[in-house]
C-alpha cells in the first residue's frame, strides 16, 4: 500500500490538470476566455510542464489581445518541447505584435528544425522575410503627422473607414456605439466650416438599418455612397447573395439617402465582396473579394460602368494580389494611383 498511495496521488494530480484543460476549452466553445485562462492557470499551477496547457494559455492571449500572456506562454511551451508547431505560433505572434527581430529570430530556429520539409520551409522564409522587412520600415520611418479630427467627429466609441468628397469637406464613415448596440453599424457624416467640422450625425433616410452598414466610398460630388452590407441571420438581407454584398444608396433632393440596392451578379457573389472604391469618373469600381471574413487569401477586384450596369467583376491585374490578404483599397483622385493594405 505503501507503494501504492503515492502512484494514484501522482494520478490524481494529472487528472486535476486535463480536467482544467477541459473545461478551458468547453468555456471557449462558449466564447468565455476569460474562464477559461483561469482554467488554464489552474492547469499549469498543476502541472508546470505540461505543453499543451502553456500552449493554450498562448492561444488565450492572442485572443484576449493579450501580448505578455501570448508570448510569454509561447515561449515556455517551446522550452519544455522543443516543438516546431510552437515555434510558428510564437513567431507569428511575434510578428504581429510588432517584435520583428525577436520573430526573425525564432523563424530562424524554425528553419534549422524543418530543414528537411521544403513547404515549411518555403513558408518559414516568406515570414522571415516579413520580420526582416518590418524591422527595416520601423528602423527608417517615414514622416506623418496625423491630426486628431476632435470631439464633433469622434464622439462615437468606434468610427473607422472614413470617406470625403472630392472638395474635402464632407467627411462620412462607419460609426458604432457600443453603449447603446455594441454590433450595429451605421453611416455619419460631418462637414467642415473654416477648418471646424460640425457634429457628426446618423445619415438621414433609409441607407441606415438595424443591420450591419460599413466600409463605404463615396462619388467625388458626394450623392452616391456605395457600400458593405452583411447578411443578418436574424434579420436576413431578402437581396442578399451570401456573407456580405456590395450595395448602392442616391442622395435625395431633399438631402436624405435612398434604401441601399444591391449591386447584383455581376459583383456579388456567395463570398464576402466589401471596402469599395471608387474611381474619381464613377466609372471604375475597386472592391475586396474573399472567401469568408476570415480568408487568408483576399485579392481586389474592379467592375466597369458601361453606362447602363457594372461589367462582371475582374481579378486586378498585375502584381497587385498576392498569395496573402490584399485589403482597403483606396484609388486616389489622380485616378492613377491606389493605396492598398497587404500582408503578402
Not at 515561449?75 to 520583428?100: F, H, Q
Not at 491585374?317 to 492613377?336: C, S
Request: with cysteine.
Amino acid at each position: 500500500m505503501k507503494r501504492i498511495i503515492p502512484l494514484l496521488l501522482l494520478v490524481l494530480s494529472a487528472c486535476s490538470a486535463e480536467k482544467y484543460i477541459t473545461e478551458a476549452r468547453d468555456q471557449v466553445r462558449n466564447n468565455n476566455y476569460e474562464a477559461a485562462l483561469e482554467n488554464i492557470n489552474k492547469a499549469v499551477d498543476k502541472e508546470p510542464d505540461n505543453v499543451d496547457a502553456w500552449l493554450f494559455r498562448g492561444d488565450l492571449g492572442v485572443v484576449l489581445n493579450n501580448e505578455q500572456l501570448a508570448m510569454n506562454s509561447y515561449r515556455k511551451a517551446y522550452e519544455l518541447s522543443n516543438d516546431m508547431r510552437v515555434l510558428d505560433k510564437w513567431g507569428r505572434t511575434a510578428l504581429d505584435y510588432g517584435y520583428y527581430r525577436q520573430a526573425d529570430s525564432i523563424f530562424g530556429e524554425l528553419s534549422k528544425l524543418s530543414s528537411a520539409n521544403a513547404r515549411v520551409q518555403q513558408i518559414v522564409e516568406e515570414m522571415q522575410e516579413k520580420a526582416q522587412w518590418a524591422h527595416t520600415q520601423v528602423n527608417n520611418p517615414v514622416d506623418f503627422d496625423p491630426q486628431n479630427l476632435g470631439p464633433n467627429v469622434n464622439r462615437l466609441e468606434m468610427q473607422y473607414f472614413p470617406a470625403v468628397t472630392a472638395d474635402g469637406n464632407t467627411l462620412m464613415f462607419t460609426g458604432r456605439n457600443l453603449s447603446v448596440n455594441n454590433t450595429d453599424e451605421n453611416f455619419y457624416v460631418t462637414t467642415r466650416d473654416n477648418s471646424v467640422w460640425s457634429a457628426a450625425q446618423m445619415l438621414t433616410g433609409n441607407l441606415n438599418t438595424i443591420r450591419n452598414e460599413g466600409a463605404m466610398c463615396l462619388s467625388a460630388d458626394g450623392n452616391v455612397i456605395f457600400y458593405t452590407g452583411c447578411d443578418d441571420p436574424y434579420n436576413p438581407r431578402e437581396d442578399s447573395r451570401g456573407s456580405c454584398d456590395l450595395y448602392v444608396s442616391f442622395k435625395k433632393p431633399d438631402g436624405t439617402w435612398t434604401e441601399g440596392r444591391n449591386l447584383g451578379d455581376n459583383i456579388n457573389t456567395a463570398q464576402w465582396e466589401t471596402q469599395p472604391s471608387l474611381s474619381p469618373d464613377g466609372k471604375t469600381l475597386f472592391f475586396v473579394r474573399g472567401r469568408n471574413t476570415m480568408a487568408k487569401n483576399t485579392d481586389i477586384f474592379y467592375s466597369v460602368w458601361n453606362g447602363n450596369s457594372w461589367s462582371e467583376a475582374q481579378r486586378l491585374e498585375g502584381t497587385v494580389n498576392t498569395e496573402g490578404k490584399e485589403e482597403a483599397p483606396f484609388i486616389h483622385f489622380d485616378g492613377m494611383t491606389m493605396y492598398f493594405a497587404s500582408n503578402g
